[in-house]
């Protein structure tokens, strides 16, 4: 059944509602999405997170580069679909695989080009003229759930993958507790950035659809979890939306998160209490296969 969420950026009130594919589509898609996108979203100077997080987030990346070049058996050809500021592509890079990625914009892609140098191309994935069978992995880390057509960016990326070559691809699960008590808080449901909604069970089905096995499958992403539960609890509280996230955001660019005094002191006290709690959740769920997040290294067979 539908349901209407509103963007906590701007306010606009969007209609959620099940499609024909399985997930769930945010409704309508603005003319004019990319002013949904705030200016440090990529990455771009000043730092999107506080130090301590971004730091966090460049081990986890060079984690799963090796455990992706593991299951590979060894480097090859790697493209990165939506590499934001290119961290996770350049820890490719560093191990030895030829690096390619692509992101919407020129805008965008300039910025993983100025800050490590990659081969980053600009456009929809399927304009870009790869050829068949030409990659040996394909990531979709966060992306898929931002693009108006989920299936077309899968076909793809079964197209350009050979044979025994590898999918690395992580969405927000649609299907976890976190998501389903309350749909309209959840942290990860981020309309209209999130177009698409992925229950667990929904994602695998389009997977094996398209020729892949289920190589590994996680449902524990550290940089996300405790936090987007915590953040998640403080929603359905009735605090602002996101308060907490914007006050960390607004930490690395100077500015106010848009609240009261005592609205701010009540989102970082609450957190302080919530989050180790949030953290042991967290891993309990994952460990049941629940998580907030999935992650699935697909084989294409």
């Not at 990319?34 to 200016?39: F, I, K, L, S, T």
Request: aromatic share 10%; charged share 20%; glycine share 8%.
């Amino acid at each position: 059944m539908a349901f209407r969420a509103a963007d906590y950026l701007t306010g606009e009130v969007f209609s959620v509602a099940p499609t024909e594919a399985g997930w769930w589509a945010t409704q309508p898609i603005p003319d004019d999405i990319g002013r949904h996108y705030p200016v440090a979203y990529y990455g771009e100077k000043p730092r999107r997170y506080p130090a301590l997080v971004e730091v966090l987030q460049s081990l986890l990346y060079r984690w799963r580069a090796r455990w992706v070049n593991r299951y590979a058996g060894g480097v090859g050809r790697v493209l990165d679909v939506g590499c934001g500021p290119g961290h996770l592509l350049a820890r490719f890079r560093d191990l030895g695989w030829i690096a390619t990625g692509t992101e919407a914009t020129p805008a965008s892609a300039e910025i993983p080009r100025r800050r490590y140098g990659l081969d980053v191309k600009s456009g929809e994935l399927c304009g870009l003229g790869f050829a068949t069978g030409s990659f040996d992995a394909v990531i979709s880390w966060h992306t898929l759930e931002h693009m108006r057509d989920p299936s077309e960016v899968l076909d793809e990326a079964s197209r350009l993958l050979r044979r025994g070559g590898l999918f690395l691809v992580s969405v927000p699960n649609f299907s976890s507790p976190e998501a389903m008590a309350k749909p309209s808080a959840w942290f990860h449901l981020d309309v209209p950035r999130h177009l698409a909604h992925f229950p667990a069970d929904v994602l695998r089905e389009h997977l094996r659809r398209r020729g892949f096995s289920v190589e590994k499958e996680s449902f524990l992403a550290p940089e996300y979890d405790a936090f987007s539960l915590a953040q998640t609890w403080q929603n359905r509280l009735g605090l602002p939306h996101n308060l907490l996230y914007l006050i960390l955001k607004s930490a690395t660019r100077n500015a106010a998160a848009p609240s009261s005094g005592p609205q701010r002191v009540a989102a970082v006290g609450l957190a302080v209490l919530m989050i180790p709690l949030a953290a042991v959740t967290t891993l309990w769920r994952a460990w049941c296969g629940r998580g907030a997040v999935i992650v699935i290294l697909a084989r294409k067979l």
